[in-house]
């Protein structure tokens, strides 16, 4: 977005009362305002309040001369500053059809639903600043026409003599071809989280429209200013590998493979801009911001939650005495299996805590938002018959390797003990089976960057000094009943450590740093 400029020099120019016109202060240019629209109508723009929020930076546009008093993106409560200003037409809008009222029931009905959030999140005065906004997608397209030349089989079984033959003719074939993948929806804004926008998704192209001024009558919009390059190469490596793959373009007698075809034909990328419906909340908690979004044609919504800490611990009595009532029940909790439960405790959390801390890591830095960054941090692999080969074999070399240590481990533990984690091995094979089919199946894998290791040390290794503590005391005398408690009580105290760390980890993911934007780009990296 930028301010009004003289069609004439590039200057700014502003409007005259006295004259009733616009006069550029640089060359003296005089311009009536019907000719200024005209100008802007032949550029593709149009006119609008430009609201800057003076905490964060961020934008949005408005075709209303209210003043905003708080800024949905940061929460800030400071007057945003405005001016008018020009932003490029879209092409296309998907007017509003969930109204306001039927959004935040919607939300209400999840919050009350969601047993640990915070009260605040239902507070009817942090409500009430649910706006609307349209928010600006790339509708990326990749499209080819042409004609094929080239040879094409047929396969059909005849009948001679009473024998059946199957007959392959081959075929010199010259044909017309289109490839069309229309309508791939990325995040055009800077401002809004990429995370948010795919989880608002998908939004319908049956019900998008040429775009009007007066749909935003009402509501606010944001700018486009995420550069569709940023995506382009992403998705049209998945686009071309996935027409590869469609196996086969069948006429009435001849099939060619369409791999085949994609080699004749070029495949051309091309975009449009679109503005999409979403009621917007924001949640400034200190230094800490959560967002709440409910499409405004679907009403799908996502919304951020944070754990309340004292439900939480609340939560953790009432289950952990629940749990230990009905293993005394089911079983006699002898010093062996308590010191077992507590290292598959210890287990789940440290595995628990690993996404997290991968999924915090990457909001952190922004590698799930490339429009706030600038640079897409993930890697396409276009992964062939040896590649898929290989990651089969490391996914049955890696299971194997664990399911034999689980065997020499449980030699250690008596017998009704390794009943207790007897479920551990099925889902181990169940996990490889899946793994394998997909990987099998997988011709595009997203390498996603994960936290660095020494950003996960410090809470990963509580509970892997849990496991080791129970295993070490398991080999070195396991019909100690002391030992054994000592050891199952030093599991249980680290995993209490790491599941507050994983709370923790959980409000970070949930409860988001300020945003801080620029206008050239979606913020610093």
């Known amino acids: 977005m930028t301010v009004m400029r003289c069609p004439h020099c590039g200057g700014e120019i502003g409007f005259d009362p006295a004259g009733q016109d616009v006069r550029c202060e640089y060359c003296g240019s005089v311009i009536t305002t019907d000719d200024y629209n005209d100008y802007l109508e032949s550029k593709g723009l149009y006119q609008a309040n430009e609201l800057v929020c003076r905490q964060c930076g961020a934008r949005i546009i408005s075709t209303d001369s209210t003043v905003a008093t708080f800024c949905s993106y940061c929460g800030s409560s400071l007057v945003l500053d405005s ?33 640990l959030a915070p009260d605040w999140m239902s507070d009817d005065e942090n409500i009430e600043k649910f706006r609307g906004i349209y928010m600006p997608f790339h509708l990326l397209r990749y499209s080819g026409k042409g004609t094929y030349k080239g040879k094409a089989t047929n396969t059909r079984t005849e009948t001679q003599n009473g024998v059946k033959y199957d007959v392959t003719r081959t075929y010199e074939i010259e044909a017309p071809a289109e490839i069309d993948y229309d309508f791939i929806p990325v995040d055009a804004s800077a401002s809004f989280p990429d995370s948010m926008s795919r989880a608002l998704s998908p939004y319908r192209a049956r019900d998008m429209v040429d775009f009007q001024l007066p749909y935003l009558a009402g509501y606010y919009a944001d700018g486009t200013d995420v550069p569709v390059e940023i995506y382009g190469s992403k998705y049209g490596t998945i686009a071309r590998n996935d027409i590869k793959n469609r196996g086969s373009v069948k006429t009435e007698k001849v099939s060619v493979m369409s791999s085949d075809v994609l080699n004749e ?76 439960l507590a290292s598959v405790l210890s287990v789940i959390v440290f595995f628990t805590a690993d996404r997290l801390l991968n999924d915090t890591y990457r909001q952190k830095k922004h590698l799930d938002d490339p429009g706030y960054t600038g640079d897409d941090a993930d890697r396409i692999e276009v992964r062939g018959a040896g590649r898929k080969t290989l990651s089969v074999i490391g996914t049955i070399l890696t299971a194997l390797v664990a399911f034999l240590m689980g065997i020499i481990l449980a030699l250690f ?52 000094a849990a496991v080791l503590a129970c295993a070490a005391a398991a080999m070195y005398d396991r019909n100690s009943d002391m030992l054994c408690y000592m050891a199952g009580i030093v599991s249980i105290l680290m995993t209490v450590w790491t599941a507050f760390d994983v709370v923790r980890a959980q409000n970070k993911l949930t409860m988001r740093d300020l945003p801080l934007f620029t206008k050239e780009r979606g913020g610093d990296a």
């Open 265 to 340: 034909i070029e495949v051309e990328e091309s975009a449009k801009t679109a503005l999409f419906p979403a009621w917007f909340l924001s949640f400034r908690n200190g230094d800490r911001v959560s967002y709440a979004a409910v499409n405004g044609e679907t009403g799908e919504l996502a919304v951020d939650i944070p754990i309340d800490f004292k439900k939480y611990l609340a939560a953790s009595l009432i289950l952990a005495g629940a749990v230990s009532l009905i293993l005394n029940l089911l079983f006699t909790i002898t010093p062996i299996r308590f010191m077992t």
């Open 413 to 464: 533990f008596d017998s009704q003990s390794v009943v207790l984690i007897g479920i551990m091995p099925v889902v181990l094979v169940i996990y490889v089976i899946v793994k394998c089919i997909v990987d099998v199946s997988t011709d595009i894998k997203i390498r996603r960057k994960k936290a660095p290791f020494y950003y996960k040390f410090f809470t990963l290794i509580k509970p892997a």
């Open 83 to 115: 001016h008018i200003a020009e932003e490029k037409r879209p092409d296309y809008i998907i007017p509003f059809k969930v109204k306001r009222n039927a959004a935040i029931r919607k939300y209400k009905e999840r919050i009350s639903q969601t047993l």
